[in-house]
């Protein structure tokens, strides 16, 4: 790669550049469509890219730039959404046959949210069927040959690839978390609620996350600032004062943190040279990490996790059920035929169980750890393009609405990275992001 | 009933002679266990009252006021607790077998609230068996052969006997409006939400509301600004600002308001004097009562309740079933079993299907309306203690969550009063009693 191409940079000094006059918008799309064209066609993370429009929109943040007019935090930069995410003016297919050609009237909250920040919204990024598990098109940008992960396929691939410094993508069960580790990027889940879903394809009210994928820290906690919010349409979000994610995530923890090493039951699966890197880890942060077995009252949560997503999943896809269950993958079919049988009771009864872990998790935070330490993934990116890879490590923290976040600290055998996952205290995500930004220096120096 | 009784007061004139030092909370609770003593062998409305503890806790309360410290809105003021709402100083049994004795540790959120108040918690009213169908003992005070209606029958009588100027219920189909309209007082069910239901018998999240009785609006305007707010076991609630239901209630609407008078495609089964008193009603109100369908989306309200209903509760009390199913009612196990057969996807359709159609009923108020005009029940009370009568003209303002108020403005044939129910846009609970007030005044005029 150009070193000196601003597709390069970060977001965060990107952002600089164009507030201070040094760079243009124009120029940092032509920079990054100039990326694109170099490797989508090896990486394939686009479903819709208008070039035109792209820089169409830089001008007109270019324009009002030059204008004197107040410029908003994002302004001038590039972001990737995920093909789930209602755009008025690009199509939104959401990766289902039965929605080609699908054209939202309007924006989705986080869609209209980032251009009121001043972003550019560059392209659709690829999702596998529905943010479902039937891959799509992409590959892994640092080997053609292995999956990038899902469902966000696209958009950890292109932050990966330099194609666009940001990217917004979703998770139900792990979704951003795995394509980031896979792809070698920083992948942020929030809490549940904390960034509203409105005009996003809607797989599972209790599961769904927005998801953000960057190549910093800094990068994340940018772009969580200007999606974090209430709206009306999402019931799962309220109102609350703006969360200080840049301020927050740059100060130093008040103590060294205390990390919580919880293997999980599914630790057995994880692949050998994985193993090796996380033990080497640990012995890195010595006194600092402790192993901790996971709560006994979470153990059912990959259980909970099925009930709910395949009965949900059966809800939200009724219609497409209906009208043309043949032209939905057999993988999507098979689950929401799973999710039709499930009793009411059955379904109530998993998401009854959710609050008393969460408060379980909550005293473990209080008591003595800053976050989870615990792999993003069984390994790194498997082989083959026909499977996106096991949420298995995801899915707990999913269920339970906890901050997650994945940093590129680690490499396995053959050479491709390795997430190292650290969970938070549910509207704990900024610290989680300070306590993330401790653990990437450290292991730096 | 001896006219010169504080008993028969108002809470509004009640709260303001204690805080002016022309009553003492003793002499007032004195007074309502006098008409307890004369009037509970005909309608046993409690099912839990220890004098001593009542008295008890009057004479704290004029120690406070005689201190000089600050005192509350209802400082002094008897209050009356359905028996599924917990304290901490009495027995909560929900009127379930399974329950007898059972004896919470902590009070419910709204218990709490009123003491904070400065309310005295005078005891627990009869509920019918987990608040659902089978009745209790109490007997209509108008007429012990008929019902008081259900599920809050001890609340709505104890109010309308005056042995208490405030009660609180709860509804999940009809259980507050119902009852007040059967036994001829003001019953209020907010919007859902408004008040927090933590620490009261769960039957449906989605259903479920706290319910509130007194024998005018001034007295319901006090009462529900008291208990309505945030709290964070209650994930239905959110913070707000207080609601300033006392100001907006006592004021003048700026333009006389206009009804919508719905009379729903249960119309026919409307008894024949309570059409005929509905008829006078509109004739009265001329051109400011117009006649509306109900919306076609709303059509399916009922069924969409029943399976909610159904699933909710099979859900809430599976611990019962599970436990001591044989000692639960005959209605009860059927609802049960019926609930356990519901499939999640079908329960998911009916909860889908709610915010459309109350967005449409928002138009219907932003368009041209003040309330929805509409019985409060089929008729007055039934003859007989074997049922609680039908909820019918409940059930959708309860399914989608918009306030509600009954007002006991006309009578039957028999003497017994018969309700007027007004509904309004949700979040809009104040101005629907000023707009109650109004319609009070006028037609007393």
């Known amino acids: 790669m150009d070193q000196v191409s601003p597709a390069a ?77 209602d755009t008025a003016d690009m199509p939104t297919e959401n990766g289902c046959a039965l929605h080609k050609g699908r054209t939202p009237r309007a924006d989705a909250a986080v869609a209209a949210m980032l251009r009121a920040a001043g972003a550019i919204i560059l ?67 929030p809490t549940h609620g904390l960034i509203p879903r409105t005009g996003i394809l809607q797989l599972s009210r209790t599961l769904d996350h927005v998801g953000l994928f960057a190549r910093g820290i800094d990068d994340l906690a940018l772009l969580a ?18 969360v200080p994610f840049r301020q927050v995530s740059s100060e130093e923890p008040p103590l060294e943190p205390m990390f919580a090493y919880i293997k999980t ?28 077995e996971l709560l006994p009252s979470a153990a059912d949560a990959w259980d909970w996790h099925g009930t709910i997503l395949a009965s949900e999943m ?45 408060d379980s998790f909550d005293e473990l935070f209080m008591d003595r750890y800053d976050a989870i330490l615990t792999p993003a ?28 976040i994945t940093l590129p600290l680690l490499k396995g055998e053959n050479g491709l990275p390795l997430g190292v996952q650290l969970v938070g205290r549910r509207e704990f995500d900024a610290r989680l992001m300070r306590t993330a930004r401790w653990l990437v220096s450290r292991t730096a120096s």
């Open 123 to 189: 392209g659709k990024t690829v999702t596998t069927e529905c943010a479902y598990f039937s891959p799509g098109k992409t590959r892994n940008p640092h080997n053609p040959e292995h999956t990038p992960g899902g469902s966000s396929s696209g958009s950890a691939a292109a932050v990966a690839a330099s194609m666009v410094p940001l990217a917004l993508g979703s998770q139900t069960a792990g979704s951003t978390i795995r394509p980031a580790a896979y792809c070698g990027v920083y992948g942020f889940k």
């Open 265 to 292: 039951p599914h630790w057995q699966r994880v692949d050998a040279d994985a193993k090796a890197a996380f033990a080497e880890l640990q012995e890195e942060l010595g006194a600092q990490v402790e192993e901790v």
């Open 225 to 242: 600032e200007e999606v974090a919010g209430h709206h009306d349409r999402d019931p799962d979000t309220r109102p609350r004062a703006r």
């Open 377 to 404: 993934a069984l390994g790194t990116a498997p082989k083959g393009l026909g499977a996106t890879g096991d949420p298995v490590f995801c899915t707990p923290w999913t269920l339970f609405g906890m901050p997650a």
């Open 9 to 85: 940079l970060s977001a965060t000094e990107v952002a600089r550049r164009i507030r201070e006059g040094l760079l243009t918008s124009e120029e940092l799309v032509q920079a990054c469509l100039e990326r694109i064209r170099q490797v989508e066609p090896q990486v394939q993370a686009w479903t819709f890219l208008d070039e035109e429009h792209a820089l169409a929109q830089a001008r007109v943040a270019d324009e009002r730039k030059r204008s004197g007019a107040e410029i908003g935090p994002l302004h001038g930069v590039p972001v990737g959404l995920k093909d789930i995410i």
């Open 314 to 358: 059966a809800s939200s896809f009724e219609r497409e059920w209906l009208e043309g269950r043949d032209r939905l993958s057999p993988q999507l079919q098979s689950l929401i035929e799973r999710g039709r049988e499930v009793r009411a009771v059955d379904y109530q009864r998993a998401l009854r169980c959710l609050p008393d872990v969460v």
